[in-house]
């Protein structure tokens, strides 16, 4: 008897493909995807920074080509400082580099002062400042290397800042003698410049590099919360999604849906009122983490209008897609099964697991078609990324398209089913 009903069990998970495809099927697809993600494949997304060369020296041209080389790393663009600014803002670019005036200059390990690159960073990469900052200095002591090997030029050089400390009134005495002292040596043997430095300016210095994560400015996050709470938004509407697509399912197979279509209520008005409490749902969770974050963790509602907008295409996007996900399947463990994979699946290549720019680059353009991505987008939009009402438009318009489709398809299908 125990070996009939544990058979008779797994005829029926094998006869409902849906279950066997989000038991089996759906664990290997999760396999490919960490393994694309993390497996070190040569395809991985590239950092994509803007470069501002306001010295326009053959220096920091040369700065500028060796940063557009490092092609396995870097995606470089070149455009105007408020451009670059308000990219990062968006989220377009992770960062841009500025190349003040001057660095040609100054940019001699030798030289008395040195002119600071800035790097102004998305405040949510902080993670990749280290990595941005290493291909920097890389980059930068590059010049060095090129002048050992040519070494009239690096004499060249050695002569041109030893002009520039001489006619520097603010060395000491001594601190400028040791210096002289040292360049000369420096010049005569350009082979064995020590690696320790003699005084404050007597030896090699990397690059100084000023990051700015533009928290200066009113479209930052003021704090970690106003960062996590769109992403613990998102797991609130999937969780709702969630809950309604079974929901759905129960009833029909419970037969309450059968009652329904027999009573005098059209399918378009029962429809109607699982997507009115829905979103009425969707909006309460998105609108009750809100004012929690609000009131106990300080998060910004800086433009209640347009954050009113985010919810609102939100909740519609996340109910049409509840409606799509509750005819994946005929029982309830298939819903259930299909309705978190899809919504898992989705987070991740939107962002809500793992960063973006982690991710290889096929799987960035991939990203677009996750609602996630553009609920993200339009909830920090509103919250900290001080987006104006045409900015707002894009990931909003994405939202309630994407919902209306699903909804449409979802009620199509839940429509022409007899069960």
């Known amino acids: ?18 279950a066997m495809f989000w038991t089996l099927g759906f664990p290997i697809l999760i396999a490919v995807l960490f ?3 993390f497996g070190g494949s040569s395809a991985a997304a590239k950092i994509k920074i803007a470069v501002i060369d306001q010295d326009q020296s053959p220096k920091s041209e040369r700065l500028v080509e060796r940063l557009r080389q490092k092609t396995d790393a870097l995606d470089v663009s070149t455009v105007t400082l408020e451009d670059a600014k308000n990219q990062v803002r968006k989220g377009v670019l992770v960062a841009y580099l500025v190349i003040p005036s001057g660095y040609g200059e100054h940019s001699n390990p030798f030289a008395a002062s ?11 990469r902080s993670a990749e400042q280290g990595y941005l900052k290493g291909i920097l200095t890389e980059a930068v002591f590059q010049e060095l290397q090129e002048m050992f090997s040519h ?3 690096f004499r060249t050089e050695i002569a041109q ?11 000491a005495k001594p601190e400028k003698q040791k210096l002289l002292k040292f360049m000369e040596q420096a010049e005569a043997f350009v082979q064995s410049i020590p690696s320790t430095q003699g005084s404050r300016n007597g030896g090699l210095r990397p690059p100084a590099i000023e990051v700015q994560p533009l928290g200066e400015t009113a479209s930052s996050p003021k704090s970690a919360f106003e960062i996590t709470f769109p992403q ?4 609130g509407l999937l969780g709702v999604v969630t809950t309604f697509a079974i929901t759905i399912v129960k009833e029909r197979t419970q037969g309450t849906l059968l009652r329904l279509r027999v009573a005098p209520i059209t399918p378009a008005s029962m429809l109607a009122g699982k997507a009115a409490a829905c979103f009425a749902a969707c909006a309460g969770v998105m609108v009750a983490l809100l004012a929690l974050g609000a009131i106990v963790f300080h998060v910004r509602i800086s433009h209640v209008t347009l954050l009113g907008l985010a919810v609102a295409s939100s909740a519609i996007c996340f109910v049409g897609i509840m409606m799509l996900l509750s005819v994946l399947g005929r029982t309830e463990n298939a819903v259930a099964g299909s309705s978190w994979g899809v919504l898992v699946f989705c987070s991740m290549i939107g962002g809500g697991m793992v960063p973006l720019m982690a991710m290889p680059a096929w799987m960035q353009q991939v990203s677009a078609v996750s609602p996630v991505k553009w609920a993200i987008l339009a909830l920090e939009g509103a919250i900290w990324r001080g987006f104006s009402f045409v900015e707002m438009l894009p990931p909003c318009s994405v939202l309630i398209v994407l919902g209306i489709v ?7 299908l839940f429509q022409a089913r007899k069960d």
């Not at 008897?1 to 849906?18: E, N, P, S, T, V």
């Not at 040195?114 to 949510?124: H, W």
């Not at 800042?161 to 060395?171: C, G, M, N, T, V």
């Open 35 to 37: 393994g694309s993600i």
């Open 151 to 153: 070494p009239t030029q």
């Open 406 to 412: 699903c909804f449409a398809v979802g009620a199509k």
């Open 232 to 235: 613990a938004i998102i797991w």
């Open 1 to 18: 008897m125990i070996l009939a009903i544990a058979q008779k069990d797994l005829k029926l998970l094998w006869r409902d493909k849906a």
């Open 114 to 124: 040195q002119s600071k690159l800035v790097l102004g960073i998305d405040p949510k």
């Open 161 to 171: 800042q030893r002009k520039l400390i001489e006619a520097d009134p603010s060395f």
